[in-house]
């Protein structure tokens, strides 16, 4: 299994991103996937989580903002963050574990900048 990472890049604040995490060599829904972000000098902080069953949660600095969604037939887990900040700039993984044998699994990082 492994997880691909993409869509960062440098964006206004206020701007709108959309970063996608493909799922490669599974054929099971990931369960959960997360994205985490890390910023220079700080810890990897979850951002958002979705369930196989839809449910999803949201860290406080990304609630009303970001949305996490995921396209079953394209095994992508999306996160679509919107009125971007400077504070959002950060190393953005994708994360999941797997149902059945619990692995876990981190995709390659996605630079975002927040940046005028």
């Known amino acids: 299994v492994q997880l691909q990472a993409s869509g960062g890049g440098l964006v206004q604040p206020g701007g709108s991103l959309r970063l996608s995490c493909v799922v490669f060599?599974?054929?099971?829904?990931?369960?959960?996937t997360n994205w985490y972000r890390q910023a220079p000098g700080q810890q990897r902080e979850v951002v958002a989580t979705?369930?196989?069953?839809?449910?999803?949660n949201y860290a406080d600095s990304a609630k009303e903002r970001f949305t996490i969604s995921r396209d079953n037939a394209k095994n992508t887990v999306y996160l679509q963050m919107d009125s971007l900040k400077p504070e959002d700039t950060a190393v953005y993984y994708c994360?999941?574990?797997?149902?059945?044998?619990?692995?876990?699994?981190w995709g390659q990082g996605t630079q975002v900048t927040v940046s005028s």
């Open positions: 060599g599974s054929s099971i829904v990931m369960n959960p």
């Open positions: 979705i369930f196989s069953d839809g449910s999803k």
């Open positions: 994360n999941a574990r797997h149902p059945i044998t619990s692995k876990e699994y």
